[in-house]
């Protein structure tokens, strides 16, 4: 028992009791016109005992929790009035802790004023808040009001020549209660069930409707239903007094000055929101308007103007629009090759040979759709994209091949130039690199490093320790050396082909 007694004085000292503490009983003059008491005992789920009606005015509260009303383990509980839920009374602010232990041993009174209307309490302390309840006031005089309240509707909205509405209707009930005051109003539409009503309801669905309406008073009296009947009908249409909208859209091929090549395509678009589009027509250049149905092409050589317009279902013209543009004839195809020139330069003795080495320099010129490619053929080897002078050493009579193409694919008629090489009489390549495999950088090729003539190697005509704009220049003397050793015979193109991956792969000229 003391531990129940400790558990319910802590309970109660963490609870803050909002009511007006017990005091003494007020002078007789200023005594409540009628008392109202609720108990409870060791149930959380309801209170033990609670009045249903009540009578405006001076009211005195008895709340007891207590073991006289059947609390035995000291369960403490509250009676709470509710000011915020919507329906009730707000206008009494009532929270009584009580449990059998406390200073007034359970049983607590409170004077408060009671207005018409009803009134919601229950127990705060968590978990008990299925202890819940309500009771209703009526006015003084202690007769009960058993009278319904008075409700009716009105229906608004535009109306047409027969009394149906326009477009919507609006329903706005409304009632009142003399006794104990209106507590709920509800409505159905349309046999759909009632539902409360908060607000006027707006009805926008076309046909015939019905709305059913009734009200309840906080005595619990309801009304009879009520009825109103009404037609939404659909609004009659604007008349359309508005333009279509037309546009044009040019489009083709255009050059630098934004003239079209060729060709232009005028396409017409209209819109209109109201009665909808019912022709659109064009004139080209001053000609009569014609019936536009698909985009026009224009071909003709020239500067063009195009009026177009539109016309609506109603009626209703467009401002004549106006669009101008260019076509200009297409560029002749280009079906000239272009044209292409060799130089051999190098050293030469009193024959015309050329000593040691011929360098031989393809230049090529196109005025209408420029030079796309060079292309070279040493002796009997096969075509080689031109892209740097090519140097041929091996001592004997040479022809190279050489044409062009242009970007329009036209390739010239192949020409060549013919030349021998002689030796010098002396070593060209002093300090020759005699190892006997081809070797660039770290990367061993595994290819003969065979003597070419004038005591020169194939590692001396790579030369890696050459001065090179970049890598690519490097490689691309790679390839040209190679591709001469080649045709002379001195590589297969199995090894010109290792050589060359090799030089791609190293950093010289990096």
């Known amino acids: 028992m003391t531990r129940v007694r400790l558990t319910a004085a802590l309970a109660a000292l963490l609870l803050v009791a909002t009511a007006a503490p017990a005091a003494a009983a007020p002078p007789a003059e200023r005594a409540a016109a009628q008392t109202l008491t609720w108990t409870a005992d060791d149930d959380i789920t309801r209170y033990k005992t609670a009045p249903a009606q009540a009578v405006a005015g001076e009211t005195t509260i008895v709340f007891e929790n207590s073991a006289a009303t059947g609390n035995t383990t000291g369960m403490p509980h509250t009676l709470t009035f509710d000011t915020s839920t919507d329906g009730y009374n707000h206008d009494v602010n009532l929270n009584i802790l009580a ?30 808040l299925s202890m819940v309840g309500e ?37 706005a009930v409304t009632a009142t209660d003399a006794g104990s005051g209106v507590r709920t109003v509800e409505y159905e539409l ?189 002796d009997a080897g096969g075509w080689t994209r031109y892209t740097a002078p090519v140097a041929v050493r091996s001592t004997e009579a040479h022809t190279v091949r050489y044409r062009a193409t242009d970007a329009a ?37 595994g290819v003969p490093n065979s003597d070419t003539g004038n005591g020169c190697t194939v590692n001396d005509l790579i030369a890696e320790h050459g001065d090179y704009a970049d890598h690519a220049t490097f490689v691309r003397h790679v390839e040209a050396v190679t591709a001469e050793l080649v045709t002379g015979g001195t590589l297969t193109k199995r090894q010109r082909g290792a050589i060359v991956r090799a030089a791609a792969r190293s950093t010289v000229g990096s």
């Open 190 to 378: 349309d046999d759909t069930g009632f539902r409360p009503y908060t607000a006027p309801v707006p009805v926008t669905a076309i046909g015939d409707h019905a709305v059913q309406f009734r009200a309840t008073d906080n005595a619990g009296n309801t009304s009879e239903v009520g009825s109103v009947s009404f037609r939404v009908v659909e609004p009659e249409p604007a008349e359309d007094t508005t333009p279509p909208t037309v546009t044009a859209q040019i489009t083709g091929a255009r050059d630098g000055a934004g003239n079209y090549v060729g060709t232009a395509t005028a396409t017409l678009t209209a819109t209109d929101a109201g009665s909808g589009v019912r022709s659109v027509e064009y004139s080209l250049d001053g000609g009569a308007y014609t019936a536009y149905t698909a985009p026009l092409v224009v071909d003709a050589v020239g500067a063009h103007m195009l009026h177009y317009r539109a016309t609506d279902v109603a009626g209703n013209v467009s401002a004549e629009q106006m669009a101008h543009f260019t076509v200009v004839a297409p560029p002749q195809p280009d079906t000239t090759p272009p044209t292409a020139t060799a130089t051999v330069g190098g050293e030469r003795d009193g024959d015309g040979n050329y000593v040691g080495a011929a360098t031989v320099t393809v230049t090529a010129t196109d005025t209408e759709s420029a030079v796309a490619s060079i292309e070279y053929a040493l």
């Open 99 to 128: 449990n059998p232990f406390d200073a007034n041993n359970g049983r607590h009174t409170a004077t408060v004023r009671l207005t018409p209307g009803r009134y919601r309490y229950f127990c705060a302390i968590p978990g008990h």
């Open 409 to 445: 694919g036209n390739t010239a008629a192949e020409q060549s130039v013919t030349f021998t090489v002689v030796g010098s009489g002396a070593d060209t390549c002093p300090g020759s690199d005699t190892r006997s495999t081809v070797i660039i950088g770290a990367d061993d090729t």
């Open 135 to 171: 009771f209703v006031v009526t006015e003084g005089g202690g007769e009960p009001d058993t009278t319904a309240p008075t409700v009716s509707a009105q229906v608004s909205g535009t109306r047409n020549t027969d009394g149906h509405y326009v477009g919507s209707a609006t329903v």
